[in-house]
């Protein structure tokens, strides 16, 4: 990658998270009564032009406050095109998608999430609780 490539892509993530950071400010204050999710507050525009996937991840992350582990295999450039703002529930709904069309999936692992290929994905284990009855005998 040539440094002036290098340059606009950390130009552009650094007016992106300018651009994130104030994006808060349009939010209208609800009354007292109503109850809204953090989450349902805040609004972002999400708008990316061939970036990693691994920084489009990272972004997520921190928009997010998830944690991520990610594959190795885990590798590609995102392009997308969102013009107007998403609520940070719409924008994992979007990150969902494009990992899908990406050929990713992710996988709940406790307090982390897994990203892996979506063909990987079907032979993970998922974590199973069952619950013991306890069966009473009368004697």
């Not at 406050?65 to 990610?70: A, C, E, L």
């Not at 692992?109 to 069952?130: H, Q, Y």
């Amino acid at each position: 990658m040539k440094k002036t490539e290098l340059l606009l892509i950390k130009t552009f993530l650094l007016l992106f998270f300018l651009r994130l950071l104030f994006a808060g400010q349009d939010i209208s204050l609800a009354s007292s009564n109503q109850k809204i999710s953090k989450d349902e507050e805040r609004f972002v525009t999400i708008d990316f032009d061939n970036v990693d996937i691994r920084d489009f991840i990272k972004f997520i992350s921190e928009l997010t406050g998830k944690n991520f582990v990610i594959d190795s295999r885990v590798r590609g450039k995102v392009t997308i095109v969102s013009p107007t703002k998403i609520s940070v529930k719409e924008a994992y709904k979007v990150f969902e998608s494009v990992l899908e069309v990406h050929g990713f999936t992710t996988v709940p692992a406790g307090n982390i999430i897994k990203i892996v290929p979506i063909i990987s994905a079907r032979s993970k284990n998922v974590e199973t609780i069952l619950k013991k009855k306890q069966i009473k005998t009368r004697r």
